[in-house]
């Protein structure tokens, strides 16, 4: 059974930093790029990282660039989504999300992953 769980939400302020994390299970890794959408209330599904577990290349969202680092534990499973000055407009549920195509992290809007996780909430507060 595929399972993705993503835990480390929670509420910070304007310019703090929370770290995500991801736990995969029950597929073959090889190939996948891991990573996070996001939605917010009212708003449409958003892509925001992900990462190659075949060589580590990443992609950033636009809104996240310079301010997010996604990284990974291949030996653990494991993928982090560390987020830095973080903003009110980071309000979101984010929710982990596997595929072995780019496009549902950079064409969110239109292209659901393969898998995803039941998401965790993050709120900023001004």
């Known amino acids: 059974e595929v399972q993705l769980v993503e835990s480390g939400g929670g509420l910070v302020q304007a310019g703090g930093s929370l770290r995500l994390s991801c736990a995969a299970s029950?597929?073959?890794?090889?190939?996948?790029?891991i990573g996070w959408f996001r939605q917010a209330p009212g708003k449409e599904r958003e892509g925001v990282s992900c990462?190659?577990?075949?060589?580590?290349?990443?992609y950033y969202g636009d809104s996240v660039a310079g301010r997010f680092t996604i990284s990974s534990d291949n030996a653990k499973n494991m993928v982090y989504l560390q987020m830095n000055s973080l903003k009110p407009d980071d309000t979101a549920v984010y929710y982990c999300?596997?595929?072995?195509?780019?496009?549902?992290?950079?064409?969110?809007?239109?292209?659901?992953?393969?898998?995803r996780g039941q998401g965790t909430q993050v709120t900023v507060s001004s």
């Open positions: 999300a596997a595929d072995l195509d780019l496009a549902p992290f950079r064409y969110s809007r239109t292209h659901s992953p393969s898998y």
């Open positions: 029950g597929f073959t890794f090889d190939g996948y790029l």
């Open positions: 990462i190659s577990n075949r060589d580590g290349s990443t």
